[in-house]
């Protein structure tokens, strides 16, 4: 069963912390991507990569970087949490051809205080 | 530029109604389309997607979804709505080989019984 798999599924930060969200994927897929889920919004895109080491912002960058150091782990960085970044966070993979679809972590709710 | 409307955030159906979710696109090239689906604090889960080798496409969980072309349409349907059909549903679209995909709103379906 492939399967993308996120850190933790509930997080707790206080404001002005550093938070790290882990996502890693058994597929050897070459794109990873993060996206942000708030109610009434969809699924808004952060950051994604289509390769080891390479990045591309998406529709909402602002607060937050990523590291592809590997080609199965991606990870978001907020480098200093604030209050308006409490939401969900998914993270996904997919192969780089456009008739496949992408696969879903279970999700990231983090709460920052 | 692609885009995913889904229109209705909200639908209700009685168990045993005919479900139908609406998802327009617009693209200057030919999609390929997917529709997801989210329980409660989890991740998505693909039902379907649309890569041009059939008009109408069968998913899981007895739904489907109809390309139309005339209509920039993929509205997803299924003749009989069960209670665990409850939950959130995405369209989601690309247009080319290595972009992300492109995410409507999301429209949530619930089930009265």
């Known amino acids: 069963d492939v399967k993308v798999t996120q850190s933790s599924r509930y997080l707790v930060k206080r404001t002005g912390e550093k938070v790290f969200l882990e996502c890693v994927q058994d597929?050897?897929?070459?794109?990873m991507f993060w996206y942000r889920q708030d109610p009434g919004l969809g699924l808004r895109l952060i950051y994604f990569?289509?390769?080891?080491?390479?990045?591309e912002k998406g529709d909402i960058p602002e607060g937050y970087s990523v590291s592809r150091e590997k080609k199965e782990r991606f990870s978001l960085i907020l480098e200093s949490a604030s209050t308006n970044q409490t939401s969900m966070y998914l993270c996904a993979s997919r192969q780089g051809a456009p008739n496949t679809e992408a696969f879903f972590g279970q999700g990231t709710r983090l709460t920052v205080v | 530029a692609q885009s995913v409307t889904q229109l209705g955030s909200h639908v209700s159906v009685s168990e045993g109604a005919l479900v139908l979710l609406r998802c327009n696109y617009s693209?200057?090239?030919?999609?390929?389309l997917f529709w997801y689906v989210q329980y409660p604090n989890q991740g998505l889960q693909l039902l379907l997607k649309y890569t041009s080798a059939a008009t109408l496409v069968k998913g899981i969980n007895g739904f489907e979804a109809e390309f139309k072309k005339s209509e920039t349409s993929f509205h997803l349907t299924k003749p009989s709505a069960h209670m665990s059909d409850a939950a959130e549903y995405f369209c989601a679209g690309v247009a080319q080989g290595n972009t992300p995909l492109v995410f409507g709103k999301g429209t949530r379906l619930s089930v009265i019984a």
């Open positions: 990569s289509y390769d080891v080491k390479m990045k």
């Open positions: 693209s200057s090239v030919p999609p390929y």
């Open positions: 597929m050897d897929h070459e794109n």
